[in-house]
């Protein structure tokens, strides 16, 4: 079965990132719209060759999430470029399938006096995002003063002249800083991303990548993901869920979590317990996830992310559904949430021993609140399941902490003048 289209896959990555922060994903947009048509002008590429490089391109600031504020585009692309540009290569030469185009993004922001220098296989992509960011830049600064003659006396120096060529082109064939102006761009985007191609194995990886993604801003909400879709999936497994349905879980469990991106980082963050008002948007983060996977990720697991609040005896939110509305799947879903939230530190409490998890999940089973069967299952083979929790939280903890180590490592080595 096929959960999720390649194109769906770069919409999803992309709202998400909207979420967090519109400005820096729109700016994302226009940079790659800009970069597409120049390189149409240049030719020589297949669709599917232009689709990879405007999705790398529409990520190509996906590390400013991590490491800078998003909102400020000036401060982070023109001040202080390099501590964005180095997590996002390993972003993407470690999470994502176009590993390939990775070093694009690490010296995107080189002028091209250095860039020459370096012998890479996309280094013209380089050069041509280079310029295609910093006209988004200064066209939105400078609206109707806008020229290119501020670029055209670096062009050997600061840019390349070859693609400021190509931007010329552009800009004579299809008047895209108008378009851009006008909102026109984003149909020719989508567009281009129809022919995106990826495996299934390719599919998986970009899923795992979003994951990732929410850990931006938080070690333990990749953490969480983690040790949910461990315990879900080994539910499923000990329940006799078939192949199609633990799929189903793996995906669901991975990204229920998803819409919590839109709730600001003070609520999160906050060391007490959450106001009403605080506490209503929290919870909003259902509807918003459930949105985001809406008519792109398979029905069977939109439902499973939907519900995952949801409790037995018609308690949870948002919709108040009681057990017999509720398949195995979704009710699978929201114990190994609710068990993975016990044993998370939160900023207003400790994180609960596995005594006081297992006495909390059993005191709430029995007024009704999780399926008793299922609660059985967990208590049977509980030991199995927090031994995969371990192994696997470990696996992903060191590939994330890996990141930031290389990180520090290499922005230290490339250190801005």
Same mark, same amino acid.
């Given at each position: 079965?096929?959960?999720? &289209?390649?194109? *769906?896959?770069?919409?999803?990555?992309?709202?998400?990132?909207?979420?967090?922060?519109?400005?820096?994903?729109?700016?994302?947009?226009?940079?790659?719209?800009?970069?597409?048509?120049?390189?149409?002008?240049?030719?020589?590429?297949?669709?599917?060759?232009?689709? !990879?490089?405007?999705?790398?391109? #529409?990520?190509?600031?996906?590390?400013?999430?991590?490491?800078?504020?998003?909102?400020?585009?000036?401060?982070?692309?023109?001040?202080?470029?390099?501590?964005?540009?180095?997590?996002?290569?390993?972003?993407?030469?470690?999470?994502?399938?176009?590993?390939?185009?990775?070093?694009?993004?690490?010296?995107? &922001?080189? *002028?091209? #006096?250095?860039?020459?220098?370096?012998?890479? +296989?996309?280094?013209?992509?380089?050069?041509?995002?280079?310029?295609?960011?910093?006209? !988004?830049?200064?066209?939105?600064?400078?609206?109707?003063?806008?020229?290119? /003659?501020?670029?055209?006396?670096?062009?050997?120096?600061?840019?390349?002249?070859?693609?400021?060529?190509?931007?010329?082109?552009?800009? $004579?064939?299809?008047?895209?800083?108008?378009?851009?102006?006008?909102?026109?761009?984003?149909?020719?985007? !989508?567009?281009?991303?129809?022919?995106?191609?990826? $495996?299934?194995?390719?599919?998986?990886?970009?899923?795992?990548?979003?994951?990732? %993604?929410?850990?931006?801003? #938080?070690? @333990?909400?990749?953490?969480?993901?983690?040790? %949910?879709? %461990?315990?879900?999936?080994?539910?499923?497994?000990?329940?006799?869920?078939?192949?199609? +349905? @633990?799929?189903?879980?793996?995906?669901?469990?991975?990204? &229920?979590?998803?819409?919590?991106?839109?709730?600001?980082?003070?609520?999160?963050?906050?060391?007490?317990?959450? $106001?009403?008002?605080?506490?209503?948007?929290?919870?909003? &983060?259902?509807?918003?996830? +459930?949105?985001?996977?809406?008519?792109?990720?398979?029905?069977?697991?939109?439902?499973?992310?939907?519900?995952?609040?949801?409790? %037995?005896?018609? @308690?949870?939110?948002?919709?108040?559904?009681?057990?017999?509305?509720? #398949? $195995?799947?979704?009710?699978?879903?929201?114990?190994?949430?609710?068990?993975?939230?016990?044993? /998370?530190?939160? @900023?207003?409490?400790?994180?609960?021993?596995?005594? +006081?998890?297992?006495?909390?999940?059993?005191?709430?089973?029995?007024?009704?609140?999780?399926?008793?069967?299922?609660?059985?299952?967990?208590?049977?083979?509980?030991?199995?399941?927090?031994?995969?929790?371990?192994?696997?939280?470990?696996?992903?903890?060191?590939?994330?902490?890996?990141?930031?180590?290389?990180?520090?490592?290499?922005?230290?080595?490339?250190?801005?003048?």
């Amino acid at each position: 079965m096929e959960y999720i &289209h390649s194109k *769906d896959i770069f919409l999803l990555m992309r709202d998400t990132l909207k979420l967090m922060n519109r400005r820096a994903m729109d700016h994302g947009s226009r940079v790659a719209y800009y970069l597409y048509k120049m390189l149409e002008c240049k030719g020589g590429y297949e669709k599917f060759e232009l689709a !990879d490089f405007v999705f790398m391109a #529409s990520l190509h600031d996906i590390g400013v999430y991590k490491t800078d504020d998003p909102r400020d585009i000036v401060k982070y692309d023109l001040r202080k470029p390099m501590a964005h540009a180095t997590y996002g290569y390993l972003v993407f030469k470690h999470l994502s399938p176009l590993s390939e185009l990775a070093m694009v993004i690490l010296y995107h &922001h080189m *002028d091209y #006096s250095q860039l020459k220098s370096i012998n890479f +296989e996309h280094r013209d992509i380089a050069a041509c995002l280079n310029l295609a960011e910093k006209i !988004d830049i200064y066209s939105g600064a400078l609206g109707d003063k806008f020229n290119l /003659d501020m670029f055209r006396r670096q062009a050997g120096t600061v840019i390349s002249p070859q693609a400021l060529e190509l931007f010329e082109q552009a800009m $004579t064939r299809y008047d895209v800083i108008e378009k851009v102006r006008k909102g026109e761009y984003r149909q020719e985007l !989508d567009d281009i991303i129809g022919y995106m191609i990826f $495996t299934n194995e390719n599919k998986k990886r970009y899923m795992e990548m979003l994951m990732y %993604c929410q850990g931006f801003w #938080s070690e @333990s909400a990749v953490v969480n993901a983690v040790t %949910c879709m %461990c315990i879900a999936r080994t539910l499923g497994q000990s329940e006799g869920l078939n192949a199609l +349905e @633990s799929e189903q879980i793996y995906y669901g469990s991975m990204l &229920h979590d998803l819409g919590m991106v839109a709730v600001p980082r003070e609520i999160v963050n906050a060391p007490r317990m959450l $106001t009403a008002e605080e506490y209503k948007k929290v919870k909003m &983060h259902v509807h918003l996830g +459930e949105r985001l996977l809406h008519n792109r990720m398979a029905g069977e697991v939109v439902e499973i992310v939907a519900a995952h609040h949801e409790r %037995c005896d018609g @308690s949870g939110y948002p919709r108040g559904l009681r057990e017999v509305q509720l #398949s $195995t799947k979704q009710q699978i879903l929201q114990l190994a949430d609710a068990i993975t939230a016990l044993l /998370d530190k939160r @900023s207003y409490r400790p994180a609960f021993d596995e005594d +006081e998890m297992l006495y909390i999940i059993k005191k709430e089973t029995a007024a009704g609140k999780y399926n008793k069967n299922l609660v059985k299952t967990f208590f049977d083979h509980y030991d199995e399941i927090m031994q995969r929790v371990k192994t696997n939280v470990e696996e992903i903890l060191a590939t994330y902490r890996r990141l930031n180590q290389q990180y520090l490592r290499v922005s230290g080595k490339l250190k801005e003048q």
